[in-house]
């Protein structure tokens, strides 16, 4: 974690937009990459002048949109048939194949917004949106809605870090990668809480429409 941050506050402001939007890329497309990483730097590089405030805000935007739109459109293509498979991935029978495809048809913008905030999650749900045949209009516009919330607050924290901590940023780090644990820890928690109520709400519509014999 600190030898990206400072391989990334080391270089030169073309190299930086360069290598930023590639890592970030990366992380779109599943990459054990950690994404909050590049957008901390971000700021830091805005705070000491490398980077220009606007294009570094749009350089990372597009880093992170770029990759989740190509991890959405690998779902919509080979999706389905990796999860239908008789091979280790595929681990859905067709008729649950068919209950997820109607959980993403009702709840599928939620899902998408939710996971832009939790690591780990993120990718796996925007596979999932694609596999689901959601539409892209609607994964695009709630990913991007997300994105314009997670990200400007990462580099809004990278800049604040530079303002006020400086050289010192390194110690500060590790609090915010455990703040950063407790947040994905806390949203992790509500989103599968919802998960939850919705399947048991499901369960018992089904019931309820079965024939009393």
Not at 27 to 50: M, N, R, S
Not at 195 to 201: D, G, L, N, P, T
Request: glycine content about 10%; proline content about 3%.
């Amino acid at each position: 974690m600190d030898r990206l941050f400072y391989y990334l506050t080391g270089l030169s402001s073309n190299g930086a937009y360069v290598v930023i939007f590639a890592v970030l890329f990366a992380c779109g497309l599943g990459f054990p990459l950690p994404e909050d990483i590049p957008l901390v730097a971000t700021g830091y590089l805005i705070w000491d002048g490398t980077l220009d405030w606007t294009l570094g805000g749009l350089v990372t935007i597009a880093g992170v949109l770029i990759g989740d739109c190509l991890l959405f459109f690998f779902g919509s293509r080979v999706g389905l048939k990796i999860l239908k498979s008789k091979q280790p991935l595929g681990f859905l029978k067709p008729a649950k194949v068919r209950r997820v495809r109607a959980y993403f048809r009702k709840y599928g913008e939620k899902i998408v917004f939710f996971a832009r905030f939790i690591a780990g999650f993120r990718a796996v749900a925007f596979f999932m949106a694609g596999a689901m045949h959601m539409r892209f209009r609607k994964f695009i516009l709630f990913d991007t809605v997300a994105a314009l919330i997670s990200v400007p607050i990462w580099i809004g924290i990278g800049y604040l870090l530079g303002h006020y901590f400086g050289e010192e940023i390194a110690d500060v780090l590790g609090k915010v990668k455990q703040f950063k644990n407790i947040f994905t820890a806390v949203t992790f928690t509500v989103v599968a809480i919802v998960v939850m109520r919705i399947v048991m709400r499901y369960r018992q519509s089904r019931n309820l429409e079965r024939p009393v014999n």
